[in-house]
Every structure is written in C-alpha cells, then in structure tokens.
Nanobody, 121 residues
Framework: QVQLVESGGGLVQPGGSLRLSCAASGSIFSIYVMGWYRQAPGKQRELVATITRGGGTNYADSVKGRFTISRDNAKNTVYLQMNSLKREDTAVYYC???????????????WGQGTQVTVAS
C-alpha cells in the first residue's frame, strides 16, 4: 500500500558530500514524521535525523552541524544533505516514515529498502 524509495547513496571520500532522497508513494492520507536511520556492519540501527510535517527536526549528536534533513510535503519526499562525511558515517541508510493511509485512522511505520553510503579514500 505504501512504498518508500531511496536514492543518492554511493562512494565518497572523507570530507565529501552526498544527498539522499526518499519518496513515499501509495495510498497515503498524511505523513507525520519522515526521517533517516542507519546501520553499520555489526551495529544496531540508529537514528540519524527526523523531521515532522511542520518542519521540526531532530538529529543524532554525531551528525549535528554536518547533516541537514528537509522535506517537500507536496512531493512526499524527504532529503538528507550530508556534508563533511567521515569514515564512521559508512552504513546502510534507511528512510523512515510514520504514515496514515487512506483506509485507516491509526498511524503505521514504514521503511525503505536502504541505500549504501561508503566513505573511503
């Protein structure tokens, strides 16, 4: 019923930049929160950043000042601009959204398939 499709991952050198995008589609009534999580090899999935429909943001301490999350409500799309990338940012990045679909009152959590970000020389 709902799909989250990520794009923009890849290989970048330390200090470089990448921009991730995630578009939600399907039987969507409203999207309340969108965000990004990441999972490095051997580690648990962790929050990177979230943004509410009204534009309120929350960042992990490790990315504050380097990453910027934004969204386009008209396009049901969330972005993550990643600057000054470090080797420790290497991970699979997952798009997340808390969505009310047209046939339910309750909110449900949805995840994208993930996109690999590798920071290496």
């Amino acid at each position: 019923q709902v799909q989250l499709v990520e794009s923009g991952g890849g290989l970048v050198q330390p200090g470089g930049s990448l921009r991730l995008s995630c578009a939600a589609s399907g039987s969507i009534f409203s999207i309340y929160v969108m965000g990004w999580y990441r999972q490095a090899p051997g580690k648990q999935r962790e929050l990177v950043a979230t943004i509410t429909r009204g534009g309120g943001t929350n960042y992990a301490d490790s990315v504050k000042g380097r990453f910027t999350i934004s969204r386009d409500n008209a396009k049901n799309t969330v972005y993550l601009q990643m600057n000054s990338l470090k080797r420790e940012d290497t991970a699979v990045y997952y798009c997340y959204a808390r969505i009310q679909i047209v046939t339910r009152v309750q909110l449900d959590d949805y995840w994208g398939q993930g996109t690999q970000v590798t920071v290496a020389s």
